[in-house]
């Protein structure tokens, strides 16, 4: 067998998912989970935005919803009704979709390309410059001069310029492989840690300090209509069908380097376009959102169970998933302990910690 038919016969079993289903049978599986996660989806919107110190009805709530969207149906609810489900709730909710299809679909690209399945976005230390930014405009006022967008402008500034110096230290010593963005990755998001850190220990606002700790575990308490909700959009949109249409490039980087190249794929210069599209969209929606660990994590390993490993599949899959999952572990941190909210970050991390721990021990014993 040559190299070429081998790397082919690597590519369709790394396609393949646990059970031998055929290619058509692989491809209705993915439309049926994506069509059951988009209905899923809509249902947890209406949930979630109905949800909370005032409860509204989920009919009522949808009511409400295609009266702002589609201009249909009478207004026989209240102002403050409206306020709330439209005003306050409804960005909020989008907000936790984009965010968690976005960091989802990042973390599964991740994975891929540094070929690491606990790979997930704080690994290149965007995370980190984004902290870095907040933590700056908050206890500073850096930015200032953008004014109601100084924070999360200051997050996406951060943000970028972690990426770009990830790229540079890893191209340091010529070409980009996986092992060099991963130790590039690791040190730049301990570097930027610590100055996120100092920055907090410098500051002599205790206010500050508890607002700075707040952002860091993640939330979507600064979730309003307007620009930054559609930039999120806008960007993890293009990140989702960007990954979708890589896909088979993805599955090749996945499997190895050489099987890349056999196909016709530059593997070094691939890393460097996955890694500018998917710092842009955590860079972004950390900007938003504020650091949410374990979504990156979790979600590409429940996406690839259930429609395989082949990324054209499994990227929408991802995508719907962790929208749901954010979706509801927002709910919980702003109703379980009301009025108080809880850091998104604690819950995804009760639920990602068991998870890793699982996953760790299987591999353990599959290694065994």
Known sequence: MTITQRS????????????????????????????????????SVVTSVGAGAVAVPPGETARIAAFHLLGTGEQTWTMARDAIVWDVRMPRAL??????????????????????????????????????GAAAAI?????????AHALPASAFLGALAASMLVLLVARSGGRVTSLRLLLAGVAVGYA?????????????????????????????SLAA??????????VVAITVLGLAWFGRRLDALAIGDETAQTLGIRPDRFRV?????????????????GSIGFV????PHLARRVVGSAHRHAIPVAALMGAIFLLWADLVSRTIL????????ILTSLVGAPFLLILIRRMHVSST
């Open 225 to 234: 209509w307007g620009a930054p909700l559609a930039i999120v959009f806008v």
């Open 95 to 132: 907000l936790a979709v984009g965010v968690g299809a976005g960091l989802s679909v990042c973390g599964m690209a991740l994975q891929a390309m540094v070929r690491n399945v606990l790979a997930d976005p704080y690994l290149l230390g965007v995370n980190s410059g984004a902290s870095s």
């Open 192 to 220: 930027l840690y610590a100055v996120t850190s100092f920055l907090i220990f410098a500051s002599d606002s205790a206010e500050g300090s508890r607002s700075v700790l707040f952002w860091l575990l993640g939330s979507l």
């Open 8 to 43: 082919s016969t690597e590519l369709a079993e790394h396609e393949a998912p646990v059970d031998d289903l055929g290619l058509g049978a692989k491809r209705r599986r993915a439309v049926l989970w994506t069509l059951g996660l988009l209905a899923l989806l809509v249902i």
């Open 139 to 147: 206890l500073f006022g850096a930015g200032a001069g953008a004014g």
């Open 296 to 299: 990156g994590l979790v979600i």
């Open 338 to 345: 009301a009025p108080q909210e809880i850091p998104l970050g």
């Open 273 to 289: 376009q996955l890694l500018l599209l998917v710092a842009l969209c955590i860079g972004v929606v950390v900007s938003a959102s």
